[in-house]
Nanobody
Framework: VQLVESGGGLAQPGGSLRLSCAAS????????MSWVRQAPGKGLEWVSS????????YYARSVKGRFTISRDNAKNTLYLQMNSLKPEDTALYYC???????RSQGTQVTISS
């Protein structure tokens, strides 16, 4: 199983970023997937999940209405569109299979003016 996140960076409050997660080594289209994040000095926080075919999505209250999870099973890729970013969104973001802990490098998102 390999999951490689990308798309993080520095953005201003109110800005947008789009994270991607390229999956390999397993049948991506068979698995529900999640984004989780870890802010500096804090524990892991679940952000969003999507079912295997992309028809069902779930969001943490802290990001609902601002973030959109999606997937392209033909490209074995998971996405997280993040809009109206806030400083409290600053964290290392990981993609995972639902129920698995993060095992990848993650991508850093920093929101600062």
């Amino acid at each position: 199983v390999q999951l490689v996140e990308s798309g993080g960076g520095l953005a201003q409050p109110g800005g947008s970023l789009r994270l991607s997660c390229a999956a390999s080594g397993f049948t991506f289209s068979n698995y529900d997937m999640s984004w989780v994040r870890q802010a500096p000095g804090k524990g892991l926080e679940w952000v969003s999940s999507i079912n295997s075919v992309g028809g069902l999505t779930y969001y943490a209250r802290s990001v609902k209405g601002r973030f959109t999870i999606s997937r392209d099973n033909a490209k074995n890729t998971l996405y997280l569109q993040m809009n109206s970013l806030k400083p409290e969104d600053t964290a290392l973001y990981y993609c995972t299979k639902v129920g698995d802990p993060p095992r990848s490098q993650g991508t850093q998102v920093t929101i600062s003016s």
